[in-house]
Every structure is written in C-alpha cells, then in structure tokens.
C-alpha cells in the first residue's frame, strides 16, 4: 500500500462518510520558540479561554497606554509586557504604580499584586491612575537592612543578641516566630478633624499600636491603631499641601473599597529616615517571604548567585566583548573594569566632539553651541521646579546616586544638579563661566570645568568629587 493512502481517505466503522485527510505541518520549529520563556506564564496563551480586560498605563510625561491583558495578570508581568514593547532594559527596578492625583497620594504595587484586584478597589470620586516608572530603592532593603532600621527605632527579642548581622536582621524579619519592635514618635491626624497630634507608636506583628501615656508600653497604656490586612499603605507626594500635615514626610492607610479620604488613618514622620523605616517594616510585615521571592524571582536558576550579593545579568553579546586599547604598537586586552569604563568615556567625548562640528556658509567647520547639546539626555529636565524634582527623585526611590539636572528657578543661566544622598535630596548649581572667550560648566568655582553638561554628568558619574556620592541612577521621563 502506498505510505500516504492511509492519510489521502480513512472509512470509520458503520459509516460511510470520509474524513479529510490531515495535512503535515510543514515548519514544526514555529511551534515552539526558544524565546517563549521570555514571558511570565500569565502572560503566553493557555489552552483554557481566560477573560481579558483593558488597562491604561501612564509614563512620567503623561503619554499612556491600553492593553489587554488577562484579568490575572500581576504588577511584574505587566512591567514586563511595557519592557518588551518598548525595547526597554530590563535592571528589575522598572515598577508599576497607583497614584491618587485628588489627594495626592501614591504607592508602589507590589510585582505579585494582581492588577485587576488593585483597581477594583478604586473608588468613583478619587482620579487614580497606573504609572510605570523606576523604583530603584524596592528591594534596596535586601542589599542593606542595617540603613533601613536605624539602632533608637528598633527593639529585638531578649534573647536575641544586640548584634545582629546583615542576613540576620532578614532572617528575623521573615521569620514567622519573632518579629522586631519598630517604635518612635509620629504625627497622627485625628478622626474627623484637622489637627494633629504627636503620640509614641509600636508596630508589632499583631498591627501598629499607640501609647497613651508617653513611652510606656505597658498592655494597659496601648491603644490598636491600624492592621494591615484589609489596607494599602500610601506615601504622600504633596507634603504638607494636601493635608495640612506638620510636615513633609507623610504617609496613611486606605481601607479597601473605602469610601475616599474620611476613611484615611494618616500619619506623618519627624524625617524621611524615620518614614522610611516604619514603611519598610509595615511591607515586611504584611507581605513576609513573598517580598522576598519577588526580589529573588529575576536571578531564580542563575548559578552561584547569592541572594545578597547579585548583579544584574548580561546579555550574550555583553559577555562576548571585550575592551580593548590600541594605543600602543601592540593592541592588549584592558582587564581593569575602571579603566575600561574610562577609555570608553573618553572615546565617546572624542566621538561626540567630532559630531559637533558643522560647515558654516564659507565651508569651514563651525562648533555646535554647548548650551543646547544638554536637552536630548534623558537625565535633563526642562524648566522644572525644586519642588517637582524632589517630587520625582522620591518617586524613583531614595537610593544613593539618584539624580537629574534642570534649569535653576533663581537664576536663569545657572543649571541645578539634584541628587540623592542619605535618604536626603540636596541641590548643588552648576555655574557657567566664561574664560578667552570659551565657555565652561562648573560645580567647585572653577576648580573642575567642564566644556557642556553631558562631559560634567559623565565626569561625576565616575567620581565622587566634591559630591557626596558619585551619580548613579537618573530620573527619566519616558514615553509610552
């Protein structure tokens, strides 16, 4: 028999009609692409029809975006999904998240959240929109615990020894048997009123406590002021504006389905170190080992990784390349990682100087002005207010090395590089100075000059100098 007849026309039994032949799939590799491991789970075709919905996603200069996802599709995968479209890198710190524009409120969705639940806690009256930025400091608590929680705001168990270690203080934070005391003095809004009153609170695995009487943590003298299964914590972004609050460093607690802001539990820090804290801990607190496996989730099946020291990964075209200097009669290898980062600025400056050249009208090359060679970084931010770019760098995340420059509001010719230090955001101006007729950029009266904006970012983003960190991380406002 011949070996297609069998395929060409097949009789079933008791009946005479004929089934179509089935036809062999002529490119099998189609079926299954390498890549598909690219995408979470949530996000590849099943077998099984799920429902989909349609979200709006905002970027930093109000550009947004609709998808249609599925109605389980979580923060992290739709992070990934905004990634891809947009051929962005992916260095884990990209993030999604809610802001309450009305009350100026905002927090960041943790990447295990599903999104469709976040939002069906909106409420008719509160404009709440998604956004999708950089969080650098999500998980910076991971890769150093003993900054988040300073020594006179947290108590451990007696038994446990003063001094913890660096995993240590991990390990009894995800601990399901012992959880430290986190204490201080914060700003309270009373309940249907405007004032504020100062009271010494305790957050403890059974929810946040205040005393009513001074620091006494006596069970008699504690009042139950929050828990935190049924809420979201939010950070606000407006200061004392919004609120009347005492000052800049405020942060409260919504209800689910709650009715709008009467239902707020508002709070406010002395300092941002003291906010910091009690936010780190209430996230550890409510959401334990899974924070973790979201921040251990990127390197899961990576080798040799510990989970405290990772870099982020490489692609295989970064791994194949190396530095290399001719320079000499013999080309080597540069193996000094900072040398190689050198010699590569120092190529770039050479290769955007060259770039700058123009013929005038007699055919001679001209030099493009350095005053507007600055405004295509990313890092650069037009006329904006010290007020927006604290706003901004906040919303990143107060890492050190965070920064942007923008136009200086006082004075017109001088720029403002604001930078991130300390859980602190300071302002340095950068002053233009004129020297034979050429102009130069500078932060330290001259000492240090630099011929454009770019060459000076560039220059303190491999030194300290007279900053106190070197820059690492820029606020960017991208487009969707």
Request: proline residues 5%; contains cysteine.
């Amino acid at each position: 028999m011949n070996e297609f007849g069998e395929g060409f026309q097949r009789k079933k039994k008791g009946d005479s009609i004929l089934e179509n032949p089935s036809i062999p799939n002529p490119f099998p590799e189609l079926c299954c692409s390498p890549f598909a491991s690219v995408l979470s789970a949530s996000l590849l075709p099943k077998a099984t029809s799920r429902k989909k919905q349609v979200i709006k996603v905002y970027s930093e200069d109000d550009t947004s975006r609709a998808l249609e996802v599925p109605s389980d599709i979580t923060a992290r995968d739709v992070c990934q999904l905004l990634i891809l479209k947009n051929h962005y890198v992916d260095d884990h710190s990209w993030t999604l998240f809610e802001q309450l524009t009305h009350t100026g409120l905002g927090r960041a969705i943790e990447d295990h959240e599903l999104v469709m639940e976040v939002q069906s806690n909106w409420v008719m009256e509160e404009e709440t929109k998604l956004y999708f930025r950089k969080n650098y400091a999500k998980y910076e608590f991971f890769k150093n615990p003993l900054s988040f929680f300073p020594d006179h705001m947290i108590s451990f168990p007696s038994e446990t020894s003063a001094a913890l270690s660096h995993s240590g203080i991990l390990q009894m934070f995800l601990s399901s048997s012992t959880y430290p005391e986190i204490h201080g003095y914060l700003h309270a809004k009373e309940q249907g009123k405007k004032s504020w009153k100062k009271m010494y609170f305790l957050l403890r695995r059974s929810g946040l406590y205040f005393s009513t009487k001074g620091t006494s943590k006596e069970p008699r003298h504690l009042q139950f002021f929050c828990e935190f299964s049924n809420s979201d914590m939010y950070m606000s972004l407006t200061g004392k504006k919004t609120a009347g609050a005492p000052t800049n460093y405020g942060f409260c607690f919504k209800p689910n389905k709650s009715g709008g802001t009467r239902d707020l539990k508002q709070l406010c820090a002395d300092d941002e170190q003291s906010r910091t804290c009690w936010m780190t801990a209430i996230r550890l607190l409510k959401y334990g080992m899974q924070l973790y496996q979201n921040y251990m989730q990127p390197y899961q099946g990576r080798s040799g990784c510990s989970p405290l020291n990772i870099t982020p990964m490489r692609s295989i075209s970064e791994n194949s390349l190396v530095a290399m200097d001719f320079s000499g009669h013999r080309s080597r290898i540069i193996e000094n990682p900072t040398e190689a980062l050198s010699v590569a600025v120092e190529e770039g400056l050479a290769w955007r100087r060259r770039g700058c050249l123009r013929l005038n009208s007699h055919g001679s090359p001209i030099a493009m002005s350095n005053m507007a060679i600055h405004r295509s970084q990313s890092w650069f931010h037009h006329k904006i207010s010290r007020e927006e770019a604290q706003r901004l760098i906040l919303q990143h995340g107060l890492v050190d090395g965070v920064f942007l420059v923008r136009d200086s509001q006082s004075n017109p010719k001088t720029f403002v590089l604001s930078l991130s230090h300390g859980l602190k955001i300071k302002h340095f101006q950068i002053v233009p100075l004129e020297d034979d007729g050429k102009l130069f950029y500078t932060l330290d009266d001259g000492h240090t000059r630099f011929t454009d904006l770019i060459q000076l970012v560039e220059f303190y983003q491999l030194n300290k100098g007279v900053l106190p960190c070197k820059l690492k991380h820029y606020c960017a406002r991208i487009a969707l």
